[in-house]
């Protein structure tokens, strides 16, 4: 790929005649491929062909930058104040993206779902929302077996758009490292959307009204999200009245994260700061590292350790307290307000006993982190009908449960990261529309997981903002 003039070089070795299995690198801060493989890396493809993930690597090394350092360190400031108490994470979006998916359609939907969210736990509990999209790289999936099996014929488990088809034959279910250039450039096209979207006015605060569109505006929570944007426009009118610069309302930060799972991908798009010298992965603003892959001697704590982005780690109910102290130790060893985001996922019948432990344990040290709620990973089951799914109930469950905890300890519930879609699907049973086991069949469209849709995503939305607002102002008997 051409260097964009100006650019720093990517920081690998000059080619060598005798190539290794993999192109290495010359930073001495990051352990080159092949150390982190050594280490045990868990969930990875693959690959039969090596020489492909080699020209792969190589064609990502000199890929250009898709969000920059200093971006990367804004959210981190963001995350800071999380942690401080003084706002809150909305993260959220699809469970798996699709490289078929990335439509200006299809993006806007999201962006908006996302907004109005945000809209609404902004001005109902009046606290800064950070909005961080599951989006523009969220390709990779962990898997619980490595193998599917239909109808008697057992082939390689789907494992993201990154890594192999979904479609169930053979050839398509083979690891293919070509995937992770298209994830590169289906992440550059989704970004440029997004930063289209984002500062070019669809999420001027001024559309609140029009981010309210088809089927959601005639729904109880559509009519409740309208009443809402009316008092904002009201607002946005009275502050224009007095002077406030309109431009102010213009634009909206929305950042982009994905869990860190194929280590090529990373690795590759893990470049040196021109300005400070230290290493960032730029293949997002925010990285995370999944239940399946937190191992504190593991390859992906090790690299996620090294890179200076905001990081977030899942943690689910077998984490015990030192588990959560070692990791907070190894991934921010200067205890830098907002590099870390625990993220935890136990489920709503766990949650109530399992966090404060977490917690007490992590104050107690004076550890500095943000806690955010995934109220999905812990509540999947499968219904008779072989679709997996969640139920409303159980989600806002947690997320109570979350809120409770938080509430009893005296320490801050710093955000929320959802599976949902800006689309009118069925893939999680409940809800104001009281979607049935029965529905699923209707318009189930996710890959891997089941997302929440537009209209639960508001409904859940109102009833968090209550949560959030209760939590601001707690009252005192
Ligand atoms: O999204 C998370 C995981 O990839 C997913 O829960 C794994 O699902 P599985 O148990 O069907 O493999
Ligand atoms: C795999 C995921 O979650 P977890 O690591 O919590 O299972 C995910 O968020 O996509």
Redesign the pocket.
Known sequence: MARVRGQRPPVTESRVTTRPAYPRQVTPSIPDLASLHSMGAAQQPTYPDRAAVDAAVERLRTAPPLVFAGECDELKEKIAAVVRGEAFILQGGD?AETFAGVTADNVRNKLRVLLQMAVVLTYAASVPVVKVGRIAGQYA??RSSDFETRNGVTLPAYRGDAVNGYDFTEESRIPDPQRLVDVYNNSAATLNLVRAFTTGGYADLRQVHTWNTDFVRSSPVGRRYEKLASEIERALTFMQAIGADPDEFHRADVHSSH?ALVLEYEHALTRIDSRTQEPYDVSAHMVWI???TRQIDGAHVELLSKIKNPIGV?L?PSTTPDDAIALARKLNPENEPGRLTFIT?FGASKIREGLPPLIEKVQAEGLQVAWIC?PM?GNTFEASSGYKTRSFDDVIDEVQGFFDVHAALGTWPGGLHVELTGDDVTECVGGGEELSADDLSNRYESVCDPRLNRVQSLEMAFLVAEMLSAARCPKTD
């Open positions: 469970c999936k962990p869990e999944g239940e399946r899942k689910g996922r995934d990973h």
